[in-house]
């Protein structure tokens, strides 16, 4: 079975800080994707990024950046000079066999950037 | 486009009563998947199908029931609603591949059994 740890449950800032958001998996499978997707207050799921685990790149996107590690088994997710636009629920997921049996999903960080 | 469209996107049920939510997507994705989100819980995996006619249980399907009839279209049954049952339900779908392609996901309902 698949699991996926975000251990922290609400971040506050104040606008214009860095931030990152912890998430931590637990897969036997050496094939494996993980995701990270935003849940704005309107509340619809919004895909951010995928990597899969035979790629240890990290990778930037704008503000955005992500830092995967096998060793740690660590997929953290970076957010440079943060705008109020950010606020939103941050959820980091996992998924094997290509999806098949859907993702396991941690329980999400409350990011609220403050003005 | 379209992409995943749940019908209806706010219902309100009383116990035992039953409903059916609809889930319609026209990405032609072989593999659907219904999840519900509750406070402090994450979403949380109910039933899933990874084709037309075929369905498969998740990590939470006790109260409800799904039927996949036509490859755009996944059904999720609730037969007699439960209190329990209230939560925010997502609907979501993606491409068969061995790539892990992203899912996609449609708007949301949110049910409350009263």
């Known amino acids: 079975a698949q699991k996926v740890t975000q251990a922290q449950t609400e971040i506050s800032v104040v606008e214009k800080e860095d931030v990152t958001l912890d998430c931590v998996y637990e897969t036997r499978d050496t094939t494996y994707y993980l995701f990270w997707y935003k849940q704005p207050p309107s509340g619809e799921l919004v895909f951010l990024i995928r990597r899969n685990s035979f790629d240890e790149q990290n990778e930037i996107s704008g503000r955005y950046s992500w830092n995967f590690q096998k060793s740690t088994s660590s997929f953290n997710f970076t957010i440079t000079a943060s705008q109020v636009v950010d606020s939103a629920v941050y959820f980091c997921a996992l998924s094997v066999r290509g999806g098949a049996d859907g993702l396991t999903f941690g329980k999400g960080t409350h990011l609220i950037i403050q003005p | ?114």
């Open chain 2, 1 to 114: 486009n379209a992409g995943v469209t749940q019908t209806p996107k706010f219902r309100v049920l009383k116990t035992g009563q039953s409903m059916t939510l609809l889930c319609a997507q026209d990405m032609n994705h072989e593999y659907m998947y219904w999840y519900r989100q509750d406070p402090g819980m994450g979403l949380r995996l109910i039933h899933y199908s990874v084709g037309e006619g075929t369905t498969a249980k998740g990590e939470v399907p006790d109260g409800y029931n799904v039927s996949r009839l036509k490859k755009q279209n996944f059904l999720l049954g609730l037969e007699s609603a439960a209190p329990s049952q209230t939560s925010v339900y997502f609907c979501a779908s993606n491409y068969a591949d061995e790539e892990g392609t992203e899912a996609f996901f449609g708007q949301g309902t949110r049910l409350t059994v009263v």
